[in-house]
């Protein structure tokens, strides 16, 4: 465990970072970061001292590219698991929105950025970025949960402004941002939060490096039982249009299938499909 400050981000000391010795996981925690990053590039905003900021490194053995999502669905599962025992007994479900975000209700409480790094077919070494909000008072910014570039005066539609560059699918939606300290009314000590996270995924961790198929398959089965909006239909958004689709399954290789109304499978990559609010 590496104690710090502050850095421009925890998940770029790690990439930089090379153990004398060989080690399990390497845990990079910060008080503050001058360049926390989220998915797609989108910064991470987190008052000095108030949340959890940290990356974790580990080199799992002879782990297929194929079968890296699963350490994707590990955290996640991880940190939900963490914050649910902090809310027991609230009625808001925490959940994962795919890939890996965590919810409280339809609200953000945490986010992860991974990096990963092959060796052939297998994986060589995964960072995995983490922020968490703990105990942030107020955030700075806001949003409706509509993807952005989408009717913001012009006349287009969500459809339209995502059909004219696929690359503007990095615009999922943004979502309100909560903490636990708004969410209970006081203040937590960050360290045991943490400390519930990391002992979460070094048990799934543990798991995923046995290679036992029945270990991933049920960390897998978790994760899909813990998704956000796993049951019922849900408008979304891709370069084609607006759609209402059901989350049907997501592949090992972490690909989201949605069945859409017409009971067509829709298959997706990160970036390539879009959340929208639902009314």
């Known amino acids: 465990m590496i104690e710090l400050d502050e850095i421009s981000s925890t998940n770029s000391y790690l990439s930089d970072y090379h153990p004398l010795t060989a080690v399990d996981i390497t845990l990079v925690t910060a008080e503050h970061q001058t360049a926390g990053r989220g998915q797609q590039g989108n ?106 570039n989408a009717d913001a005066g012009t006349g287009q539609t969500p459809a339209d402004a995502l059909a004219q560059d696929v690359s503007n699918l990095v615009a999922h939606p943004t979502p309100l941002p909560v903490s636990l300290f708004q969410l209970k009314g006081t203040a937590t000590e960050r360290r045991f939060v943490l400390e519930a996270i990391i002992d979460a995924f070094a048990r799934r961790y543990e798991a995923i490096q046995s290679g036992v198929p029945a270990a991933l398959a049920a960390i897998h089965a978790d994760y899909l039982a813990a998704l956000y909006r796993r049951e019922g239909s849900y408008p979304f958004v891709d370069a084609q249009g607006l759609f209402q689709a059901e989350i049907a399954d997501v592949e090992p290789t972490g690909h989201l299938i949605l069945r859409d109304t017409e009971g067509r499978l829709r298959r997706y990559a990160f970036k390539e499909v879009a959340y929208v609010k639902a009314n």
């Not at 079968?67 to 902090?86: K, M, N, P, T």
């Not at 609230?90 to 609200?107: F, H, S």
């Open 43 to 148: 910064s991470w905003e987190s008052e000095r001292g108030q949340n959890l900021l940290f990356s974790l490194q580990v080199q799992p053995s002879r782990l297929p590219s194929t079968d890296v999502f699963v350490l994707s669905e590990a955290i996640a599962l991880s940190i939900r698991e963490a914050i649910a025992a902090q809310l027991h007994g609230d009625p808001l479900p925490v959940c994962v929105k795919w890939p890996n975000d965590i919810y409280v209700g339809d609200r953000k409480i945490a986010g992860i950025l991974i990096e990963n790094e092959f060796r052939g077919t297998h994986l060589g070494r995964c960072i995995i970025g983490c922020g968490v909000n703990i105990n942030q008072s107020a955030f700075a910014f806001a949003s409706d949960g509509n993807p952005r």
